[in-house]
């Protein structure tokens, strides 16, 4: 994976952006891009004010151990007031237009300031994770941010994903070790039982289907 992943950077030309959202993933992602040659790479999260405490504590460990900055894109102060007044701390779960303009807010508009002027965007998507995920390829054209979207883990299990962070003693949120699979922000992620599916602590409320927040939507499917 290390070869194919030095071979797709070194194509790039201009920056490159690694999302992480305090995933075993997006870790592993960014000790593989580390034994990398990259000219210029931005390590960035969103932080969307509504994350887990302990996910602000792996920030800082991630910092130290991997010796780079992560920078903080957060949501557009004025929107998010608007979004209080009209949701409450709660009204994301009322219906899937309420969570989509929660994400949108919290989420999506940071983003797309996070990509702006970036030429490639390296993820930890797995297509193991869900189905919404399961055509998923190592390289790929993000025709809504316009930029290569890279995902070098897209084939990994859950079994090798877990291995490499031992193999490596790499930081790992602990929320792993409360039953989470998948972690996100605090009102919409829970921990999940033994045999439920990985993102099945995401939105539980809602279909499997419609299990996105907006992030790794194509174009087409709005
Ligand atoms: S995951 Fe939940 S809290 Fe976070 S941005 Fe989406 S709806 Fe809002």
Same mark, same amino acid.
């Given at each position: 994976m290390l070869d194919l992943l030095q071979q797709i950077v070194s194509k790039i030309d201009g920056k490159i952006a690694l999302s992480f959202s305090y995933q075993a993933e997006d870790t592993a992602v960014l000790h593989l891009l580390s034994q990398c040659k990259i000219k210029s790479l931005e390590v960035?999260?969103?932080?969307? @004010? $509504?994350?887990? #405490?302990? /996910?602000k504590k792996l920030h800082k460990e991630t910092e130290e151990f991997f *010796? &780079?900055? &992560?920078? +903080?894109?957060?949501? +557009?102060? #004025? *929107?998010? $007031?608007?979004?209080?007044? $009209?949701? @409450?701390?709660? @009204?994301?779960?009322?219906?899937?237009? *309420? =969570? %989509?303009? /929660? /994400? %949108?807010? =919290? $989420?999506?508009e940071p983003l797309s300031r996070a990509l702006k002027g970036k030429s490639a965007w390296i993820t930890g998507l797995r297509s193991a994770q869900s189905v919404t995920r399961s055509e998923l390829k190592i390289v790929e054209y993000d025709e809504k941010f316009n930029l290569f979207k890279i995902n070098p883990i897209a084939s990994w299990s859950d079994e090798k994903l877990f291995d490499y962070i031992k193999e490596y003693n790499l930081p790992l949120n602990p929320l792993y070790l409360q039953g989470f699979k998948s972690i996100g922000c605090k009102p919409c992620t829970r921990a999940v039982k033994d045999g439920e599916d990985i993102r099945a602590g995401r939105w539980w409320w809602e279909n499997p289907e419609h299990k996105e927040c907006g992030l790794h939507i194509k174009e087409q499917h709005g």
């Open positions: 960035f999260t969103l932080d969307t @004010g $509504k994350l887990f #405490d302990e /996910c *010796n &780079i900055p &992560i920078k +903080k894109y957060l949501p +557009k102060i #004025d *929107n998010v $007031k608007d979004l209080e007044r $009209k949701l @409450g701390d709660w @009204g994301m779960r009322e219906s899937l237009q *309420n =969570r %989509h303009l /929660c /994400c %949108h807010i =919290r $989420k999506v």
